[in-house]
Antibody, heavy 124, light 111 residues
Framework: EVQLVESGGGLVQPGGSLRLSCAAS????????MSWVRQAPGKGLEWVAN????????YYVDSVKGRFTISRDNAKNSLYLQMNSLRAEDTAVYYC?????????????????WGQGTLVTVSS | QSALTQPASVSGSPGQSITISCTGT?????????VSWYQQHPGKAPKLMIY???KRPSGVSNRFSGSKSGNTASLTISGLQAEDEADYYC???????????FGGGTKLTVL
C-alpha cells in the first residue's frame, strides 16, 4: 500500500523554526517528484514546494522563498520541509504528496496520494 | 486570491447532476491538459478524483467526469449521492515559474 506519513508539526513562536518530515512507503520513492501543500484553518489548498527525484531541482511559492527549504533523503524514503522565520500566516495543516508527471518537460501533473497532514501553529 | 477561480458553493439533490467550473488563464488551464480535481471531506486529506483533465484514477466512480474548454475546466458529478458532499479543488500546471496553482475550492452540498 502506498503511504505517506507526516510528522514534526506543533506550536512555534513567530520567528521560530520547525522541520517537518514525511515517511514514504509502498512505492519507489526515488522515482517520483514530491511536494508539500498546506491548508490554513478554514481555507483552501496552497502549493508550497516541489522537489525533483534526485533533489537537483526545487520550486517554491513566492511567500516562502528564502524561508523554507524542501529536501529529501532517498536512502531513508523521506521528504523534509525546513521552515525558518515562521509567521502567523504560515499556520496550516501541511500535507506531503507524491507528484506524477505524464508530460515530458513539465514540472507537475497531479498529486496522488496525500499524507494525513501535520498541523503547524505559529503563535506567541 | 487564488490563481484559479471556482464558485464558492454548489448544491444539488440526490440523483441530480452538478458541474463545478474552474477558470484560469492561457498560462495555466488554457495551455496544458494538466488539470486535476481533488475531493476533501472535513478533517480528511484531499483525494484525487480526476487527472489530466478527464482521466479517472482506479477506484473513482464513473459518476465523476472532467472536461475543459479554453481556459475553463469543469468537474461534473452525476447521480449525486450524500457521500459526495465535500469540498472540491481544481489544480493546474502553470509553467516553470510557479508550477502548481489551485482553485479556491467549492463546497458541494447534497440537499
Amino acid at each position: 500500500e502506498v503511504q505517506l506519513v507526516e510528522s514534526g508539526g506543533g506550536l512555534v513562536q513567530p520567528g521560530g523554526s520547525l522541520r517537518l518530515s514525511c515517511a514514504a512507503s509502498g512505492f519507489t520513492f526515488s522515482s517520483y517528484w514530491m511536494s508539500w501543500v498546506r491548508q490554513a484553518p478554514g481555507k483552501g489548498l496552497e502549493w508550497v514546494a516541489n522537489i525533483k527525484q534526485d533533489g537537483s531541482e526545487k520550486y517554491y511559492v513566492d511567500s516562502v522563498k528564502g524561508r523554507f527549504t524542501i529536501s529529501r533523503d532517498n536512502a531513508k524514503n523521506s521528504l523534509y520541509l525546513q521552515m525558518n522565520s515562521l509567521r502567523a500566516e504560515d499556520t496550516a495543516v501541511y500535507y506531503c504528496a507524491r507528484v506524477s508527471i505524464a508530460v515530458a518537460g513539465t514540472l507537475f501533473g497531479w498529486f496522488d496520494p496525500w499524507g494525513q497532514g501535520t498541523l503547524v501553529t505559529v503563535s506567541s | 486570491q487564488s490563481a484559479l477561480t471556482q464558485p464558492a458553493s454548489v448544491s444539488g439533490s440526490p440523483g441530480q447532476s452538478i458541474t463545478i467550473s474552474c477558470t484560469g488563464t492561457s498560462s495555466d488551464v488554457g495551455s496544458y491538459n494538466l488539470v486535476s480535481w481533488y475531493q476533501q471531506h472535513p478533517g480528511k486529506a484531499p483525494k484525487l478524483m480526476i487527472y489530466e483533465g478527464s482521466k479517472r484514477p482506479s477506484g473513482v466512480s464513473n459518476r465523476f467526469s472532467g472536461s475543459k474548454s479554453g481556459n475553463t475546466a469543469s468537474l461534473t458529478i452525476s447521480g449525486l449521492q450524500a457521500e459526495d458532499e465535500a469540498d472540491y479543488y481544481c489544480c493546474s500546471y502553470a509553467g516553470s515559474s510557479t508550477p502548481v496553482v489551485f482553485g479556491g475550492g467549492t463546497k458541494l452540498t447534497v440537499l
